[in-house]
């Protein structure tokens, strides 16, 4: 099986980049496939993770085709034409069984229309719940249109390709795709003998939180608010929050502005959160929208119950309602208060959800979601 993954560039960190590395990892070194990536503009700069030798690396240097317009609208179409032209003749060089694109860029303007007889596969690492969610978070009318004017335009390109792989079955139902849809969720880059539990959970007096900055989807202000009411009663617990970004700063003022600094801890990004996972006690997500959150099955992996607000659309069909952790419905405050407060007084809940946790989590190993990958390459090659 020759795959061919799109992707703008493997140099920066982030959710979609990380899967594709540990997809195309274990498909060439366990599965034997022939795995290629072509990329947009590496620009000579270095991965962000680390990639199997037996992967061939195509650096499309799209940059080399910009030119000042002369007549912006008539000059991007031909930009268009000619870079159609330098995928078609690369694509077509290669001759793979199969071209997935993993994220939105050019090639949704130019791999649908190829007509090159090769299956293609949109991976859509987000939802469309979960965008319109998000642009309730732009206050301004003007840039808040111009978000959902160009997210509608993504949707629609989508829509060229003959399959679309979502994250989840909520999304399936009511994204309201024209093209065939399928559900694989992403996969865990550790194996079955990876997973493991850590029993004395509780003593670590420590609840986690893991996620971007760069806007307050996340929702993290709302976590130090609640935790200036948890410390009322557990004034030894202390919030870890990871991640790192423009938002940053507001919620340094925000914890300082509620003396928390010895209960509330801003620890920036970090390459070793597993082992983070694996010092605390349970894991928190207050965000506004999500794709499918794979912080929430690492987590899970280290043997950690989760407690959530119920948003678009991944949480819901992670977490197995008072099983592996909680789901907080209507993001109420008073209820995420009332299941925090549960777990940290109640030592017995928290290893039973712990156990069921580490259980879920081995539904994302690399072994279960490959097998879900080998039946769908298998199914659109033979259509």
Same mark, same amino acid.
Request: glycine share 6%; proline share 1%; net charge positive.
């Given at each position: 099986m020759k795959i061919l993954y799109c992707i703008g560039s493997l140099a920066q960190t982030g959710g979609t980049e990380k899967v594709l590395a540990n997809k195309a990892n274990y498909f060439v070194e366990t599965l034997g496939y022939n795995v290629q990536i072509l990329i947009n503009e590496q620009n000579e700069k270095a991965f962000a993770y680390q990639y199997s030798d037996k992967i061939i690396m195509h650096d499309m240097k799209l940059s080399s085709y910009l030119k000042k317009p002369i007549i912006p609208y008539l000059s991007y179409k031909l930009l268009q034409f000619k870079i159609a032209k330098v995928y078609k003749d690369k694509i077509k060089d290669i001759s793979p069984d199969i071209i997935i694109v993993a994220q939105h860029g050019i090639e949704d303007f130019i791999i649908p229309k190829l007509g090159l007889n090769i299956p293609t596969v949109r991976e859509f690492h987000f939802s469309t719940q979960a965008i319109w969610e998000t642009s309730k978070l732009i206050n301004n009318i003007f840039k808040r249109s111009l978000f959902k004017f160009k997210k509608k335009r993504i949707l629609k390109k989508m829509n060229g390709y003959d399959h679309i792989v979502?994250?989840?079955?909520?999304?399936?139902?009511? !994204?309201?795709?024209?093209?065939?849809?399928?559900?694989? @969720?992403?996969?865990?880059?550790?194996?079955?003998?990876?997973? *493991?539990?850590?029993?004395?959970?509780?003593?670590?007096?420590?609840?986690? *939180?893991v !996620? *971007?900055?760069?806007?307050?989807?996340?929702?993290?202000?709302? @976590?130090?608010?609640?935790? *200036?009411?948890?410390?009322?009663?557990?004034?030894?617990?202390?919030?870890?929050?990871?991640?790192? !970004?423009?938002?940053?700063?507001?919620?340094?003022? @925000?914890?300082?502005?509620?003396?928390?600094?010895?209960?509330?801890?801003?620890? !920036?990004n970090t390459n070793e959160i597993m082992s983070k996972y694996k010092e605390s006690s349970f894991f928190l997500m207050t965000s506004i929208a999500e794709g499918l959150p794979m912080v929430l099955i690492e987590a899970m992996s280290c043997g950690l119950p989760c407690v959530s607000f119920d948003c678009p659309d991944g949480p819901s069909e992670i977490i197995n309602q008072n099983k592996n952790g909680f789901i907080i419905e209507d993001r109420s405050l008073e209820n995420l208060y009332n299941q925090v407060e549960k777990l940290i007084s109640n030592e017995d809940l928290l290893l039973s959800f712990s156990e069921n946790a580490l259980e879920t989590s081995k539904n994302y190993s690399i072994e279960n979601i490959s097998k879900k990958w080998i039946s769908f390459f298998n199914e659109i090659t033979a259509e």
């Open positions: 979502l994250l989840t079955q909520r999304d399936q139902t009511y !994204g309201n795709y024209k093209a065939k849809t399928t559900v694989i @969720q992403n996969m865990l880059d550790i194996t079955r003998d990876d997973f *493991s539990i850590n029993k004395n959970k509780i003593n670590y007096k420590r609840v986690i *939180s !996620g *971007s900055m760069h806007d307050r989807r996340k929702g993290f202000h709302t @976590q130090i608010n609640l935790w *200036s009411k948890i410390i009322e009663n557990h004034p030894d617990w202390v919030l870890d929050i990871y991640g790192d !970004g423009v938002e940053r700063k507001n919620l340094q003022k @925000q914890i300082d502005n509620l003396n928390l600094n010895n209960n509330v801890i801003l620890h !920036g």
